[in-house]
């Protein structure tokens, strides 16, 4: 079972609060920019980053690789929320 797609909008890494990338059929959540891997065990994220597994060259690349070609997405957009639009731009929230 995979997780929940609302939990992944909001689930960030302990350590510096980025968006995580999941792997769902290895049930791993990983942090590219730290190169830390959190395990997923029966369907629950174990986010603690004493147990977090630290990965080398090999298989970063094999992550960020496999995240392409799959198609699979941050968990959340670390840019930021977007700028409003100008008024007079045609949204109806502005």
Sequence with gaps: MALDPRLLEILACPKDKGPL???????????PRLRLRYRVADDIPV???DEAETLGDEEHER??????QEGIRPTFDDRGPPAPAAPGSGDPTA
Excluded: G, H, R, T
């Excluded at 992550?63 to 392409?68: D, M, Q, S, T």
């Design 21 to 31: 990338l999941y792997f769902e059929d290895e049930d791993w959540l990983y942090n």
């Design 47 to 49: 986010m603690l980053i």
């Design 63 to 68: 992550l960020l690789a496999k995240a392409a």
